[in-house]
């Protein structure tokens, strides 16, 4: 079993920067990849971005150099690091991450609680 717990969210005003993080707990042998979506009201669910278990990092348009996703893997935790925020960042951003527990089984999706990210003018 595993678990995440996100934090980090709250209110900022636009230009400000907000760093989430999202922490796992268990059974963990490896990470697949680990990223982070939003959702802002009236939205559907839009990936921002994700570094694989390689390293490597992808990023929507939106958010191309602004946001930046790092990992500690000693902690288990990955990071967003969220510069020049602005009105339409407002959202319930959520981690996701996709963890090997078992040796011969497959790789789980797992999804954070979200946290509210606002951005105000």
């Known amino acids: 079993q595993v678990h995440l717990v996100e934090s980090g969210g709250g209110l900022v005003q636009a230009g400000g920067s907000l760093t989430l993080s999202c922490a796992a707990s268990?059974?963990?042998?490896?990470?697949?990849?680990m990223g982070w979506y939003r959702q802002g009201p009236g939205k559907r669910r839009e990936l921002i971005g994700v570094?694989?278990?390689?390293?490597?990092?992808n990023y929507a348009d939106s958010v191309k150099g602004r946001f930046t996703i790092s990992r500690d893997n000693t902690k288990n935790t990955v990071y967003l690091q969220m510069n020049s925020l602005e009105p339409e960042d407002t959202a319930v951003y959520y981690c996701?991450?996709?963890?090997?527990?078992?040796?011969?089984?497959?790789?789980?999706?797992?999804w954070g609680q979200g946290t509210q990210v606002t951005v105000s003018l």
């Open positions: 996701n991450v996709r963890i090997l527990s078992n040796i011969g089984s497959p790789a789980i999706d797992y």
């Open positions: 268990g059974n963990i042998l490896d990470f697949n990849y």
């Open positions: 570094i694989t278990s390689g390293g490597n990092k």
